[in-house]
């Protein structure tokens, strides 16, 4: 029930196009949904998050829309660009425990 | 400040060796948090301080496993007689409980183990 699943592995986009990661989640007791951006050689850094009460975010280039009853929530990149490249993570934080649930990543490549 | 810092940045080690990573977190920031990452995953958690107390503990986090929070600031997470499935990222990171949703992550502590 902790799990939060995510597709695409990987995910290649021309630059200015649009880039779209999907996750899902099982536990009802999430009550915050992140998405960290992780470089090479770096730890993940935060992006953009949602909580389960508004069904879209957007910040920039980046929106995350929220399907509360489909327990399923989306990433999308507007105009990708090359310094888009990296692994995004999406994530569920535990309301009871306080702990952050991660699922396994997409690789996005963004050509230029 | 300049953000979390964990040391050392990569560790070696022969297997059945004992093993401790360090974490520095932002000052300011209540909460502390130990993650494993190995390559192509996400991080999985391990455990958790608010201040110095360690409210939750992952079932990952073997009897091998230890780590502290001595006044409530540093961090320091021992791994005793290491097995090469130990081998992974371990990153940490730092938030405020007031704004508990944002972790701020160090660059992590590379181990492998031999």
């Known amino acids: 029930q902790q799990q939060v699943k995510q597709s695409p592995q990987s995910l290649i986009v021309q630059k200015g196009g649009i880039s779209i990661i999907n996750c899902a989640y099982e536990n009802t007791a999430f009550d915050y949904f992140p998405w960290y951006q992780q470089f090479p050689g770096k730890g993940p850094a935060l992006l953009i998050a949602?909580?389960?009460?508004?069904s879209e975010k957007k910040e920039g280039r980046f929106t995350i829309s929220f399907n509360k009853s489909a327990k399923q929530f989306s990433l999308h990149i507007m105009d990708s660009q090359p310094g888009d490249s990296a692994t995004y993570f999406c994530?569920?934080?535990?309301?009871?425990?306080?702990?952050?649930?991660f699922g396994p990543g997409t690789r996005l490549s963004v050509l230029p | 400040d300049t953000g979390v810092s964990q040391d050392p940045r990569h560790k070696i080690t022969k297997r059945g060796q004992n093993v401790t990573f360090r974490c520095d977190p932002i000052s300011e920031h209540n909460r502390l948090y130990w993650y494993r990452q190995t390559l192509g995953q996400g991080p999985e958690f391990l455990t958790y301080?608010?201040?110095?107390?360690?409210?939750?503990k992952s079932r990952l986090l073997s009897d091998r496993f230890s780590a502290e929070r001595p006044k409530g600031s540093f961090s320091t997470l021992e791994i005793q007689r290491t097995e090469q499935g130990d081998s992974a990222m371990y990153l940490c990171?730092?938030?405020?409980?007031?704004?508990?949703?944002?972790?701020?992550f160090g660059e992590g502590s590379r181990l492998t183990v031999l």
């Open positions: 990171a730092s938030s405020l409980v007031q704004v508990a949703g944002e972790l701020f």
């Open positions: 994530a569920g934080r535990d309301n009871y425990g306080q702990n952050f649930v």
């Open positions: 949602i909580r389960p009460d508004v």
């Open positions: 301080f608010q201040n110095e107390a360690q409210l939750e």
